[in-house]
């Protein structure tokens, strides 16, 4: 048995996913020196994925962190059912596809997960937090946002996902539609409300948990602090 599955229990129950916001190995590392893997996760995306590669993934894992790998898989249902085998072979705590992607692809890969050794969580990606009416509409869907990420929640629920990505904004009206125990994971989430930058529907950490959000992914205000331990341990005490 590969030695990162010998173990699927949390290394934290803490609610922060820390946005690894690097192109290299070498910042990635440098950075994790200054964190505790009991204080909060991290999420490795695209660029750091397409940088670095699996190697990393395990290395960070084999650290002691839980790691979201947030790739959002979307293709077809075949192809999505062997990535998410892969994925979830690298002892991943977390990982997600997109749940416009329909309910063959995420039955597909519902599936690989449950024929994995190690078995993450599965999260459905609903709509970007940096798009709004505006967008969707552009992309021809006529639905009003929160309906269409409602909607999509819905799907995910109903094929066994464990719980999806959304802003903070909608996490209500999904738990409402949905179940309490259905996991809402949100990016979005900045120390000022009225910081501006690429998203458009962001809270604040405390605005998130009153908004029943289980899991709050930030990047930024962390990983370019001073002192990124200080400043996991002020967002903790702020949020109990």
Request: a negative charge.
């Amino acid at each position: 048995m590969n030695p990162l599955m010998t173990d699927n229990s949390p290394t934290t129950h803490s609610p922060i996913i820390v946005a690894l916001d690097y192109n290299n190995e070498k910042d990635v590392l440098n950075f994790i020196t200054q964190i505790d893997p009991t204080l909060c996760r991290i999420k490795i995306g695209k660029e750091l994925f397409t940088a670095c590669g699996p190697k990393l993934v395990e290395k960070l894992v084999v650290s002691g962190y839980d790691v979201f790998l947030d790739l959002k898989f979307h293709d077809i249902p075949n192809t999505v059912y062997n990535a998410c085998k892969m994925a979830s072979e690298l002892g991943v705590w977390m990982m997600n596809v997109h749940a416009s992607g329909g309910s063959k692809m995420l039955h597909m890969a519902h599936e690989a997960i449950n024929e994995s050794t190690h078995k993450p969580l599965l999260i459905g990606v609903t709509v970007l937090t940096s798009m709004d009416n505006t967008d969707l509409h552009e992309i021809g869907i006529t639905d009003s946002l929160e309906n269409h990420v409602v909607n999509l929640a819905k799907l995910a629920f109903a094929c066994q996902l464990d719980g999806v990505v959304c802003s903070a904004h909608e996490a209500p009206a999904i738990k409402s539609n949905t179940s309490t125990e259905f996991l809402t994971v949100s990016p979005g989430i900045r120390l000022t409300h009225n910081l501006a930058d690429d998203q458009t529907r962001i809270m604040t950490p405390k605005m998130a948990m009153q908004n029943q959000v289980d899991y709050m992914v930030i990047g930024r205000p962390i990983t370019q602090a001073t002192n990124p331990h200080e400043v996991l341990t002020n967002i903790i005490n702020m949020i109990i």
